[in-house]
């Protein structure tokens, strides 16, 4: 639960850590509401329901509404709005069936390839319901990357059963965040840290805030108290993302400041570390050092195998003689 979460933007794809990436494991319905009969301004002694008259030519009163209004009866005599009350009760209760009963588990998925840590957070529920909860966040888990909206359709399957548990709130932020669901997943991360009180989904939260185009509320998650709450992995998150957020506002030399304070020259091979040279690349352009940023570049691709930039594309643009 307190490894770090990886921002998708600039350039990056979201890792595969958290509740609902975990190598193999993870971590509504309105009211219909009445349309009211027509007035029609009827002449004479017709009986009155409501303090209005009647609509019907027999003087008798219309059935009334359940606010106690008389609404139009069909020809049968029974009230239009009580059968599409019914229909879109029906509705309602279907889509939230579908939501509840979320897409198809293999039956070789098993509760036990739930990672330890997530399942004692599941140890509150029922055994039965614990077991079907975990078994959607282990495909949660295994569809993040590939198919994030299938994974979120299984998140929201644990949500139904389960809404109260930090555990699949935050799966549920995390794949609404794979979607590209911005205001969802901040919803969802801000319910799984009013339920477990921690700040380790801060640079995701951040990023959507810079996604929704809220750069300065992007920019607030970089407190003294939050980044006390994240390892060194989510401090560079954070960094990359609120670097974003100052580009965002034209702030690029405080941007570059504020990431070369992080390890850009490590030799070590973390996920971040190609999203922290891309992201110091970016910023050297926007603020016209177009020499240094090519050397970014191309720096990051020396330590981005799996391609999670688009740094090789960026160097083509900027410098187009053969590379190698």
Same mark, same amino acid.
């Given at each position: 639960?307190?490894?770090?979460? /990886?921002?998708? +933007?600039?350039? &990056? $794809? %979201? ?6 990436? *975990?190598?193999?494991?993870?971590? @509504? ?41 008389? /609404?139009?009866? +069909?020809?049968? &005599? $029974? %009230? ?6 019914? *229909?879109?009760?029906?509705?309602? @209760? ?125 920019i607030a998650y970089d407190t003294t108290e939050i980044r006390s709450q994240l390892d060194d992995a989510g401090q560079i998150e954070l960094s990359i993302v609120v670097a974003g ?80």
């Amino acid at each position: 639960m307190a490894e770090s979460r /990886s921002p998708r +933007r600039d350039g &990056g $794809k %979201p890792s595969s850590g958290g509740s609902a990436g *975990r190598g193999g494991s993870s971590g @509504r319905g309105g009211k219909p509401s009445g349309t009211g009969g027509r007035d029609r301004r009827g002449s004479g002694d017709a009986p009155r329901t409501g303090g209005k008259p009647s609509d019907r030519r027999d003087g008798k009163a219309a059935p009334a509404r359940r606010d106690g209004k008389p /609404s139009s009866p +069909r020809r049968d &005599g $029974k %009230p239009y709005e009580a059968r599409r009350d019914r *229909r879109q009760e029906d509705g309602d @209760r279907t889509a939230a069936q579908k939501i509840y009963d979320g897409p198809p588990i293999p039956d070789d998925v098993s509760a036990s390839d739930l990672d330890k840590h997530a399942r004692q957070a599941l140890q509150s529920l029922p055994e039965k319901l614990a077991d079907k909860v975990a078994r959607h966040l282990v495909m949660a888990g295994m569809l993040i990357a590939e198919d994030p909206e299938t994974a979120h359709k299984h998140a929201l399957a644990a949500r139904a059963r389960a809404t109260r548990t930090g555990l699949v709130r935050e799966a549920c932020g995390e794949t609404a965040y794979a979607c590209g669901k911005w205001a969802e997943a901040l919803s969802e991360f801000r319910a799984a840290r009013r339920m477990t009180g921690g700040y380790i989904y801060a640079p995701m939260m951040a990023d959507c805030e810079r996604a929704l185009k809220r750069p300065d509320k992007a920019i607030a998650y970089d407190t003294t108290e939050i980044r006390s709450q994240l390892d060194d992995a989510g401090q560079i998150e954070l960094s990359i993302v609120v670097a974003g957020a100052r580009r965002d506002q034209g702030q690029y030399d405080a941007a570059i400041r504020l990431l070369e304070t992080e390890p850009l020259h490590t030799k070590g091979r973390g996920e971040w570390v190609p999203r922290l040279r891309y992201a110091y690349a970016d910023s050297l352009l926007a603020a016209g050092r177009r020499d240094e940023a090519i050397e970014w570049f191309h720096r990051t691709v020396a330590v981005d195998g799996n391609k999670t930039t688009d740094a090789e594309e960026r160097l083509a643009e900027l410098d187009p003689r053969p590379q190698g």
